[in-house]
T-cell receptor, first 114, second 111 residues
Framework: GAGVSQSPSNKVTEKGKDVELRCDPI?????LYWYRQSLGQGLEFLIY????????KSGLPSDRFSAERTGGSVSTLTIQRTQQEDSAVYLC????????????FGQGTRLTVV | EDKVVQSPLSLVVHEGDTVTLNCSYE??????LLWYKQEKKAPTFLFML??SGIEKKSGRLSSILDKKELFSILNITATQTGDSAIYLC???????????WGLGTSLAVNP
């Protein structure tokens, strides 16, 4: 696609429910990142994919968080048993991983856990 | 541990002022340094720097990298209210070119 696409753009969920966030990176981009940003805070790294593998999962805050990427393209971030502190904007970015390392961001998913 | 530190964390100026934002880094196998502007949701790309001493310029914004002292600065001249945003610095490092982010500088430009 023309840019990084994330869905849904907004999600309100009840505490304890599972949610799935989707990221469609730019076609051909091998590197994909998930970040979380709470109100007024900086970017918090969650996980990094190179192709379908995740060489760095160090930022996942707990075992309730998981992510996968299939076909070297679409990625889903799953949060199980959501808690109110999970409320944040979840941003996805992709880069070509070759030479240029500029990352392009999607518009994010604003998650609100009530 | 790789880290990127930005300063100041926040800044309030008046229209027309010039500001300088700082980004210092300690990483293994540096590849490049990137500046982004974040106004609402998604950060938008400003500059990518790979070589020391070569200024990148776009309108009133400019940036330069010092690979010896391990820092970069982002300058904004004749600031406007539309420059109000969070400015993020990221460093690409390692064989997998992973991006390491600073916490950002929140800039507010008052009329």
């Amino acid at each position: 696609g023309a840019g990084v696409s994330q869905s849904p753009s907004n999600k309100v969920t009840e505490k304890g429910k599972d949610v799935e966030l989707r990221c469609d990176p730019i076609s051909g981009h091998t590197a994909l990142y998930w970040y979380r940003q709470s109100l007024g805070q900086g970017l918090e790294f969650l996980i990094y994919f190179q192709g379908n593998s995740a060489p760095d999962k160090s930022g996942l805050p707990s075992d309730r968080f998981s992510a996968e990427r299939t076909g070297g393209s679409v990625s889903t971030l799953t949060i199980q048993r959501t808690q109110q502190e999970d409320s944040a904007v979840y941003l996805c970015a992709s880069s070509s991983g070759r030479g240029s390392t500029e990352a392009f961001f999607g518009q994010g998913t604003r998650l609100t856990v009530v | 541990e790789d880290k990127v530190v930005q300063s100041p964390l926040s800044l309030v100026v008046h229209e027309g002022d010039t500001v300088t934002l700082n980004c210092s880094y300690e990483v293994t196998n540096f590849r490049s340094l990137l500046w982004y502007k974040q106004e609402k949701k998604a950060p938008t790309f400003l500059f990518m720097l790979t070589s020391s001493g070569i200024e990148k310029k776009s309108g009133r914004l400019s940036s330069i990298l010092d690979k010896k002292e391990l820092f970069s600065i982002l300058n904004i001249t004749a600031t406007q209210t539309g420059d109000s945003a969070i400015y993020l610095c990221a460093v690409s490092a390692g064989n997998n070119r992973k991006l390491i982010w600073g916490l950002g500088t929140s800039l507010a430009v008052n009329p």
